[in-house]
């Protein structure tokens, strides 16, 4: 199964539509995972045209996406659980929010995003993964967004593009 993995995609203020670069990995994929910021509810309907869309919404995200789709979630994929939260909120890290949002859960994988700065590691035995942007890259050197395989294992890499 693959996961095309997109956060803070803050359209139409930050682009007005999906960049070009991420299209063919959305045509392939199985299930697309939004982690908030989307800004807009026709960012849903974009992604819907290519596959399954689930997510949670985000700190910037209006009454409109906020009642399609809540601040956290537990996705089963496979036989892997993950856990999709935005991360916002006050004091600590953007990560240490996103981890204590599933304390006394067992998930195998928390994506969050808020940050727009790409992580990819194993903490505690849960991988996490913070897609970045696709469309607001802010101090990044480049655009990204991220991809999950499930099979055996669950895998995940970043795809960085643009400049």
Not at 96 to 122: L, N, T
Request: net charge neutral; aromatic share 8%.
């Amino acid at each position: 199964m693959k996961i095309v993995v997109l956060s803070d995609t803050h359209i139409p203020k930050k682009a007005k539509a999906l960049p070009d670069a991420i299209i063919p990995d959305l045509e392939s994929a199985d299930l697309i995972l939004h982690a908030g910021d989307w800004q807009v509810p026709e960012v849903y309907s974009m992604l819907s045209a290519f596959s399954k869309v689930d997510g949670v919404h985000g700190n910037v995200d209006g009454q409109d996406v906020i009642s399609l789709f809540p601040d956290k979630k537990i996705i089963q994929a496979g036989k892997f659980t993950i856990g999709l939260v935005h991360g916002h909120g006050t004091g600590k890290t953007t990560e240490k929010r996103a981890i204590e949002a599933f304390i006394g859960e067992k998930v195998d994988c928390i994506i969050f995003g808020h940050s727009h700065i790409p992580v990819h590691k194993v903490t505690e035995g849960i991988l996490l993964f913070n897609p970045g942007s696709a469309t607001d890259k802010r101090r990044q050197k480049q655009f990204s967004y991220g991809i999950l395989e499930v099979g055996e294992k669950l895998s995940a890499k970043h795809v960085y593009f643009g400049g």
